[in-house]
């Protein structure tokens, strides 16, 4: 069945690094979404990407979409300490009830 | 303004008994989603609702049911609830294919 994979699990960056984490999915999707979850919240909307090669800038925040739409990135540059955060991105399958498959989510820690 | 509502913020129940998790949107959202979020295992879905009285399982549907009577709300039961359901449940409605709004979540303890 449908899977989507996100990596890493953990990171902890200093305040200033950048950071990256890489969802990848076992089928073409429709779309993916990304989500921030701030410790002790719910998961809020960040973005969807729709189209094969999508590029997506809000501030300090990139958003990509690979070429085969089973791919997706997100990129923050120049980590602050409000960046911290858990982070999910959400495959939406082709085909069926438009069900949304999320990544087990990669927590991040920013030390100042 | 948005709002998905979650009637419990925090409950205390014990081993056996049947627990009630009430969702509520304002939105005239076609699907509403359960999910529950344990440490290291992200989101999981448990039941998701395409249209009244319309359900489909989730990743991991045992021990759980739902109701959807209203296009507004969506219920999630435990028939009997066991410590290993034991997390915090997330509560979340969409257009089709659309931004998922989520509730405040519930955080259930079963003792």
């Known amino acids: 069945g449908q899977q989507v994979m996100q990596i890493p699990q953990y990171q902890h960056v200093q305040e200033g690094e950048d950071f990256t984490t890489y969802c990848n999915s076992s089928?073409?999707?429709?779309?993916i979404q990304w989500y921030k979850q701030r410790p002790g919240g719910h998961p809020v909307f960040l973005i969807q990407?729709?189209?094969?090669?999508e590029v997506k800038k809000q501030k300090r925040l990139t958003f990509q979409f690979g070429e085969a739409k089973k791919n997706s990135s997100l990129h923050i540059t120049a980590t602050q300490t409000t960046d911290v955060g858990t982070y999910f991105c959400?495959?939406?399958?082709?085909?069926?009830?438009?069900?949304?498959?999320f990544g087990s989510g990669t927590k991040l820690n920013v030390k100042p | 303004d948005v709002k998905v509502t979650q009637s419990s913020r925090y409950l205390v129940k014990r081993t056996g008994e049947k627990v009630f998790l009430e969702c509520v949107q304002d939105m005239d959202h076609e699907n509403m989603f359960w999910y529950r979020q344990d440490p290291g295992l992200g989101l999981r879905l448990i039941y998701f609702s395409y249209d009244v009285k319309m359900k489909e399982k989730g990743d991991i549907p045992e021990g759980y049911s739902v109701s959807r009577e209203k296009k507004e709300r969506f219920s999630l039961i435990l028939e009997s609830a066991s410590t290993n359901q034991t997390s915090m449940y997330l509560c979340?409605?969409?257009?089709?294919?659309?931004?998922?709004?989520f509730g405040e979540g519930s955080w259930l303890t079963v003792v």
């Open positions: 979340a409605s969409s257009f089709p294919g659309n931004t998922i709004y």
């Open positions: 959400a495959g939406l399958e082709s085909e069926g009830f438009n069900k949304f498959y």
């Open positions: 089928t073409t999707l429709s779309n």
């Open positions: 990407l729709v189209k094969s090669g």
